[in-house]
């Protein structure tokens, strides 16, 4: 199972939107509504920002939303801020009922 | 409040075999499925398995299919993942989750992360 597609680093001023994108295949991420999204801030365990594709776990700021199309799932930041710089992977369940996830991406925010 | 610790940072030998434990406290263990995920230094996150603590069952990458073994207590709420034939790549953060599986997946309690080092 390779790895889902994620640019390595996406940047933003403070106040800005920016998007992830996350590219898989029609036997993950396409083929069902079961991709969350985790940040990870330097040497800590990551963290669930966003379950089946688009909703927040308690606690998660609506700064974050997800959203699907095809093979790709998205992660938008809105009004980013400073406390957003992080690392954010994508994860998806698959057809062999293993899950994989992203090559991760690095957000700057400048 | 819900929490999985996770066992002391392990140094071993090429060839060698570790066992990670991970327990779990103020939720019912067998309502959530562990994954064990790990990150190499400077690297992203890898998925290794999962297991089932109410039945048992578990579901392994194929990458890891012949070297790993993930096993559960239940009576003291504990997980655990067993690597055998160590080699230096496998120096690397692991990490246990909780995740409740069914209709809402996703890992939404993770562990401290343990620390296995491979080294002669």
């Known amino acids: 199972q390779s790895a889902l597609t994620q640019p390595a680093s996406v940047s933003g001023s403070p106040g800005q939107s920016i998007t992830i994108s996350c590219t898989g295949t029609?036997?993950?991420?396409?083929?069902?509504?079961?991709v969350s999204w985790y940040q990870q801030h330097p040497g800590k365990a990551p963290k669930l920002m966003i379950y089946?594709?688009?909703n927040r776990p308690s606690g998660v700021s609506n700064r974050f939303s997800g959203s699907k199309s095809g093979n790709t799932a998205s992660l938008t930041i809105s009004g980013l801020q400073a406390e957003d710089e992080a690392d954010y992977y994508c994860?998806?369940?698959?057809?062999?009922?293993?899950?994989?996830f992203g090559t991760g991406t690095k957000v700057t925010v400048l | 409040q819900v929490q999985l610790v996770q066992s002391g940072t392990e140094v071993k030998k090429p060839g060698a075999s570790v066992k990670v434990s991970c327990k779990a406290s103020?939720?019912?263990?067998?309502?959530?499925?562990i994954h064990w995920v790990r990150q190499a230094p400077g690297q992203g996150l890898e998925w290794m398995g999962w297991?089932?603590?109410?039945?048992?069952?578990?579901k392994y990458a194929q990458k890891f299919q012949d070297w790993v073994t993930m096993t559960r207590d239940t009576s003291i709420s504990t997980a655990y993942m067993a690597l055998s034939r160590l080699r230096s790549d496998d120096t690397a953060v692991y990490y246990c989750?909780?995740?409740?599986?069914?209709?809402?997946?996703?890992?939404?309690?993770w562990g401290p992360g343990t620390t296995v080092t491979v080294s002669s």
């Open positions: 029609s036997s993950d991420v396409g083929g069902y509504n079961y």
């Open positions: 103020e939720y019912t263990f067998t309502d959530y499925y």
């Open positions: 994860d998806s369940y698959t057809s062999s009922g293993a899950y994989v």
């Open positions: 089946n594709v688009s």
């Open positions: 297991i089932n603590p109410k039945s048992g069952g578990t």
């Open positions: 989750a909780r995740d409740p599986g069914g209709s809402s997946p996703g890992m939404d309690v």
